[in-house]
């Protein structure tokens, strides 16, 4: 919640480090939104080309626009089966995460100070101070 409206975050995670390497912020959960935040992933690790791509079946993910992207970046996409949340497990714990560790829970008062508050999350706590066991941080 920012002041009079929500805003939608879509973050993408590198599943081996466990560390968002793109996200952005928007008033609309759309294909927009969710190529900005690839756009983000794919300049932060040098425009690789080869690697997959893994999501929900969200129709942002779904749409052409999207499907797009991942063809010129040369990604390849794989979706979690319908239904199974466990799938996509390490997503969903960043944002049980995010909302557990750090979100108020009356929301943010603007756009601007949850962006700033979300970035300062994702970038000085998530990524450099929490552990993960899975790698052996």
Not at 41 to 62: C, I, L, N
């Amino acid at each position: 919640w920012t002041g009079k409206r929500w805003a939608y975050l879509a973050v993408v995670l590198d599943l081996f480090a466990r560390k968002p390497v793109g996200w952005a912020m928007s008033f609309s959960p759309d294909s927009r939104l969710t190529m900005k935040a690839l756009e983000m992933a794919w300049e932060t690790r040098g425009k690789p080309g080869g690697v997959m791509f893994h999501s929900d079946q969200g129709s942002h993910y779904t749409s052409r626009q999207f499907r797009q992207l991942l063809w010129r970046y040369q990604i390849r996409q794989s979706m979690s089966r319908r239904g199974n949340c466990w799938d996509n497990s390490p997503m969903e714990r960043f944002f049980r995460s995010l909302k557990n560790e750090w979100m108020p829970v009356v929301g943010y008062v603007s756009f601007s100070e949850a962006a700033h508050a979300i970035t300062d999350y994702i970038v000085g706590y998530y990524s450099a101070l929490r552990p993960h066991e899975y790698n052996g941080g």
